[in-house]
C-alpha cells in the first residue's frame, strides 16, 4: 500500500503501550495467544512514527501478547506519510473490518469516537458502527452512551458475564456511588438477565423513594444478605432468588397473594376435572376455577370435586 513501508523487525520496547487508537476494551484473547505460541506472529502491526515514538494503528492484541510474553521484536509496518488523528483512528476501524467485537469493545470504540477523535454523530452511525457489524440505529448508539457512562465496576461485570450488556443502561439511574456499591455488594455474586436488571433497578428505586432511605438501608434486608452470602446457590440461582425478593419488598400484597395460590394449587397437581388459576396481577380477590364440562358426568364430577375439597379452599379464604 502507497504510503506504508514493508514489514520490517521492530523492538517491542520500542513500540508505545499507550493504545490511542484502540478499540478494544479489554486486549487479552487466549485464542489468538495460542496462535501466536504456536506460530508465531504471521502478519505485522501497523505503527505511526510520532515525535520519536512508534504509535500503535493496527495490531493491538498482538503487541499486547507479545509484550506480555517478552518477545523481543515483531514484524511491523510503518505509516510513512502524515495522517491526522481522525484518519488514524478510521485506519484502525477499518482494519478489524469483520473482527469479533464483545458489546464492551463496541463501547468503548464508539466512546473514542466521539469523546477522544470528536466525530459526530452522524459520522458515528454512518461510518463507524457499520464497521463493527451494528445497525446504524441512533437508539442502540444511545444505549451505548449511557452503558459508556457508568462505572468503571458495573462494566467489570459485564466482562466477566454478571450482567447482560442489554439493561446495564438501567443502572445510570443511580450516582455514581451507588453503582459501584451495587458492583461490590451485589452483583459481584449473582448472574442476572437483562429484564431481570432492568426490573431490580426500577424496584431499587422505588423502593428508596417511598421509604425515604438510603439503598444500603434496603439492602440491608435480612433475607437479601442471607442470599448474597449462601454458598449453596449458583450466580444464576442466586439472582434469580434475589429478584424474588426485592420484587416481594416492591409488592408485598401481590408476592403475598403468588404464594399463597402457590400452596393451594399445588395440592390439586393431579386433577383433570378442573384447574385453578389466578386472577391478573391479583388486582380482584379470589381464585379462578376452568372446568370443561361436556355432559352430565363431567358436572357431577366437578361438583363432587368442591365438595372433597371444601375444607382446602374456606381454609385458603379464611387465610386471605
Request: a positive charge; one cysteine or more; charged letters at 30%.
Amino acid at each position: 500500500m502507497e504510503g506504508i513501508s514493508d514489514s520490517i523487525l521492530i523492538p517491542v520496547a520500542g513500540i508505545d503501550e499507550d493504545y490511542p487508537y484502540g478499540l478494544r476494551y479489554h486486549y487479552e484473547d487466549p485464542l489468538l495467544l495460542a496462535s501466536l505460541e504456536k506460530k508465531g506472529m504471521l502478519f505485522p502491526i501497523l505503527l505511526t512514527p510520532v515525535g520519536g515514538r512508534n504509535i500503535l494503528v493496527s495490531g493491538h492484541k498482538r503487541h499486547f501478547h507479545a509484550s506480555r510474553k517478552k518477545w523481543e521484536k515483531i514484524p511491523a509496518c510503518l505509516i510513512q506519510e502524515r495522517f491526522s488523528e481522525r484518519e488514524l483512528f478510521f485506519f484502525s476501524l477499518y482494519s478489524n473490518w469483520g473482527q469479533n467485537f464483545s458489546e464492551l469493545d463496541r463501547m468503548e470504540a464508539l466512546r473514542k469516537a466521539e469523546k477522544v477523535f470528536s466525530l459526530s454523530r452522524e459520522e458515528i452511525l454512518e461510518a463507524v458502527m457499520p464497521a463493527m457489524g451494528m445497525p446504524a440505529h441512533r437508539g442502540i448508539l444511545e444505549e451505548y452512551r449511557r452503558v459508556g457512562e457508568l462505572a468503571p465496576e458495573i462494566h467489570a461485570h459485564i466482562q466477566r458475564k454478571n450482567l447482560a450488556f442489554r439493561g446495564t443502561s438501567s443502572l445510570g439511574r443511580f450516582s455514581r456511588a451507588e453503582q459501584i456499591f451495587l458492583a461490590q455488594k451485589v452483583f459481584h455474586c449473582m448472574h442476572l438477565t437483562a429484564s431481570q436488571l432492568s426490573q431490580l433497578a426500577e424496584w431499587l428505586l422505588d423502593l428508596a423513594k417511598s421509604r425515604k432511605t438510603s439503598l444500603e438501608r434496603i439492602l440491608d434486608e435480612n433475607l437479601l444478605q442471607q442470599t448474597l452470602s449462601n454458598p449453596s446457590l449458583d450466580p444464576r440461582m442466586r439472582g434469580e432468588k434475589f429478584f424474588v425478593l426485592v420484587r416481594s419488598l416492591r409488592y408485598p400484597r401481590i408476592s403475598h397473594e403468588e404464594e399463597r395460590f402457590r400452596r393451594i394449587r399445588g395440592q390439586f397437581e393431579e386433577e383433570q376435572e378442573i384447574q385453578l388459576g389466578r386472577p391478573e396481577g391479583f388486582e380482584s380477590e379470589g381464585l379462578l376455577l376452568r372446568a370443561r364440562l361436556k355432559d352430565r358426568e363431567g358436572l357431577g364430577r366437578v361438583l363432587s370435586f368442591l365438595a372433597r375439597h371444601r375444607e382446602k379452599f374456606e381454609s385458603f379464604f379464611k387465610e386471605g
